[in-house]
């Protein structure tokens, strides 16, 4: 695959210095009332709110903006404006779209966007924003291919706006407590870990064919504005909505819905970034669909001081081996990530959830480490307090950190997707014992939606 110069122009994505500078100078006409106008009694002044846009707000996006509310909510866009009809009530003076390219277009004084579309638009909409001036926050998993992953992180930081990836726990007390554990030494020095989830029986269908039938789109849907940036295809109830999660053309299956939740204790405690290879075992892999289930395997080198970790994510029902120090009657949770240190182990549920311990009696007899991280005040409030300071590295879980997280687990994508084991180079972006990577590791879009 190409980089750098060409693999932007072959996207039509080139970026420049100038063409930065020009669309942040096009995204600087705001509508804003000047600061010494007052709001109501006990309410904030509207020049000190920001002026927040919804993509995707009939599902995900409209909890979102449930906690980007105390803001001004200016415009919404969804392709199903039914499903969107609850988000639509409870903003009622906001700006309506289907289009997100036409509503970035248009409204100027839009400073920052929620994203909660499927996988496939995350980076045509970011991107578009971004380019604009617009602060970002983007429903997990950060992208749909690693490419995406890494071109994100680079416009985010050329642009100097502030981002975040949607995933929750890493506001959380359990993150912090899990670092201040492994880093006052409780489990000893760690060189394996186990990540699990549930996902996907019982939420989507993986393992499966393309349908054959061809319904008609239901009236409140855009198909072809759902389809976006994918190659076209009949619609079908087998897509959306949800269920897109398993079809390669739009989602990354549970490792992209989960795994950037179970596993970013582990990335950001023992700061793993990139893996030198992954592999992967799986049931039947399909032509259009993630598997049934998977166990993938990824290995990281050593990292200054801290030696390589193996870490094996699993998913689909599978587990891994019950730890003897759990207790008796006890069993793991259904979403949840394993330590295993030299000198014991310890278990945290889902969404970084709070650590244990095992033997838990280990909890009683271990002094609680001392605080060694400040903390959140919440993780969509931290990306808003961030955007109103115009400080990109207020939000924690911003580009910087969530691009390589990302890019990261995708490269086990390519594991299942290709059926074997993948050496990798981050710094290349490509696999060398597997050129036909390539075309996964960056896609063609539909025409009007490159990024």
């Not at 449930?66 to 969107?84: F, G, H, Y």
């Not at 289009?99 to 496939?120: N, Q, S, W």
């Not at 930081?157 to 492994?182: C, P």
């Not at 739009?250 to 989960?258: C, E, K, P, W």
Request: hydrophobic letters at 35%; one cysteine or more; aromatic letters at 10%.
């Amino acid at each position: 695959m190409e980089h750098g110069k060409k693999a932007n122009e072959r996207c039509g994505c080139r970026i420049s210095r100038r063409g930065f500078l020009g669309a942040g100078a096009a995204a600087a006409v705001f509508t804003i009332l000047p600061r010494h106008v007052l709001g109501g009694p006990g309410q904030k002044p509207p020049s000190e709110k920001l002026n927040i846009a919804g993509i995707g707000i009939g599902g995900q996006g409209g909890g979102d903006l449930k906690d980007m509310e105390s803001e001004n909510i200016v415009a919404l866009c969804d392709v199903d404006w039914d499903k969107a009809a609850g988000c639509f009530k409870r903003y009622p003076d906001a700006k309506r779209y289907r289009d997100y390219r036409e509503m970035l277009e248009k409204e100027k004084g839009i400073e920052a966007v929620m994203i909660a579309t499927p996988d496939h638009h995350h980076a045509p909409a970011a991107i578009r924003a971004m380019k604009l001036g617009k602060h970002v926050y983007v429903e997990k998993p950060m992208a749909h291919t690693i490419y995406e992953a890494r071109l994100m992180a680079q416009v985010a930081r050329e642009m100097k706006i502030v981002s975040q990836m949607g995933n929750n726990g890493h506001a959380g007390e359990g993150l912090r407590l899990t670092y201040e554990y492994i880093h006052d030494g409780a489990i000893g020095t760690v060189r394996e870990v186990h990540v699990w989830s549930d996902r996907p029986a019982g939420w989507w269908p993986q393992g499966i064919d393309r349908p054959t039938d061809t319904p008609p789109v239901p009236k409140n849907l855009d198909w072809n504005l759902w389809l976006g940036p994918a190659s076209e295809r009949p619609y079908n109830p087998a897509y959306c909505h949800f269920k897109w999660r398993g079809w390669f053309d739009f989602g990354t299956g549970a490792l992209g819905d989960m795994a950037v939740h179970n596993a970013d204790p582990a990335f950001f405690c023992l700061n793993l970034g990139a893996p030198d290879w992954v592999e992967a075992e799986t049931s039947p892999v399909k032509k259009e669909t993630y598997p049934e289930w998977q166990i993938i395997t990824y290995h990281f080198p050593a990292r200054g001081e801290m030696p390589p970790v193996t870490m094996k994510w699993y998913d689909g029902g599978k587990l891994p081996p019950r730890p003897e120090e759990l207790g008796e009657g006890k069993n793991l949770d259904k979403n949840g990530i394993l330590f295993v240190g030299e000198k014991g182990k310890m278990v945290c549920p889902g969404w970084s959830g709070e650590p244990t311990l095992l033997p838990e009696s280990r909890m009683k007899e271990y002094p609680k480490p001392a605080k060694k991280l400040p903390r959140s005040v919440g993780h969509r409030q931290e990306w808003i307090d961030a955007c109103k300071k115009n400080d990109p590295k207020g939000a924690l879980a911003g580009f910087d950190y969530s691009g390589p997280f990302t890019e990261a687990l995708l490269v086990g994508n390519l594991a299942v997707r290709l059926g074997k084991r993948i050496e990798w180079d981050s710094k290349s972006m490509k696999t060398a014992n597997a050129p036909e990577a390539d075309a996964l590791i960056n896609k063609r879009y539909r025409e009007g939606w490159a990024v």
